[in-house]
């Protein structure tokens, strides 16, 4: 079964950072195989796309909105990736959720659909 646990989030003011975390089993996952996203989800909105990595290199997209605040990466040795994000603002409360992709080629995965497998999320509230 595979599980993915976020933690990290929390209470911030508006300036400050947070680091979030998503740990993966291994059990029925190659997580050196994964595209691993970041998505968030504020009250009354629906899912947006945070951020990716990929499988190979490790490269990254980001929503254009998000870019040069956020920052992905991981370290597959630990099955876990992390989302740093700096320069907290008021908008970016959310519950925020890692999701894998097992399958899909290395590039910019955007849609919550392509991704089979999602944690519980983790809530971020950053105070004005």
């Known amino acids: 079964q595979v599980q993915l646990v976020e933690s990290g989030g929390g209470l911030v003011q508006a300036g400050g950072s947070l680091r979030l975390s998503c740990a993966a089993s291994a059990s029925g996952l190659t997580f050196t195989r994964c595209n691993m996203g970041w998505f968030r989800q504020a009250p009354g909105k629906e899912r947006e796309f945070v951020g990716v990595i990929s499988w190979n290199y490790g490269r990254t997209y980001y929503a254009d909105s998000l870019k040069g605040r956020f920052t992905i990466s991981r370290d597959d040795a630990k099955n876990t990736v992390y989302l740093q994000m700096n320069s907290l603002k008021p908008e970016d409360t959310a519950v925020y959720y890692c999701?894998?992709?097992?399958?899909?080629?290395?590039?910019?995965?955007?849609?919550?659909?392509?991704?089979?497998?999602w944690g519980q999320g983790t809530r971020v509230t950053v105070s004005s």
């Open positions: 999701a894998a992709d097992p399958l899909g080629p290395p590039s910019r995965r955007e849609s919550p659909t392509e991704y089979d497998y």
